[in-house]
């Protein structure tokens, strides 16, 4: 025969998804690089409101970066004379105008490819700084500033070169954490070792 439904609640938990770790097995992608910026003349100019809003504009640009908690760090700098290959690029930035090196890092769930993810993730932002308009980046910025409040950014935009030069690096900053296996704590405590020899 068939089973009645229970006429009151059951006491058992339900299989409702829980906050606990996946099962599933997943790989963690972190990953660094830079967006060069104008129109700041020093990195104090640059306080956690603005930190604040260039990640929401980062979440708002890219289809890779869905919540602002997988941008694990920012740091902005202004763009210095440099002894590397770079160092001719960087002193034309200085000499053109004021250009702030925003430095960020994102850590990103993959199930895929994380080459690609990354890969893909570059091509995205090079689009996106290097467009203008309302769509662009430094738009987007912007508006997300005035959330926070932050006014007198009309003259702020993204170096299109000096972004993509850094970005193009990004891949090579990539650290792969693979998650094969996770589960919720034990409530037994794991027995302690002894000093016995096993039998």
Known sequence: GTFAPSSAPSSSPSWEPTAQPTFAPYTLVEASSSIVMTGFSSAKDFTEDHEAAFVDALVESSSYISSADEVTSVNASMVADGDDDSGRRRRRLLDSGSSLSVDFTVALVSVGNHTTLV???????????????????????????????????????????????????????VVITVVEYTRPPSLSPTPSPTTEPSA
């Open 119 to 173: 890969s893909d993730l570059v091509t995205e932002l090079i689009s996106v700084t290097n467009s203008t308009g309302n769509s662009s980046f430094a738009a987007t910025f912007v508006s997300a500033a005035e959330d926070y409040h932050i006014t007198g950014l009309a003259n702020i935009s993204t170096d299109a070169t000096a972004t993509a030069s850094a970005l193009a690096t990004m891949i090579d900053t």
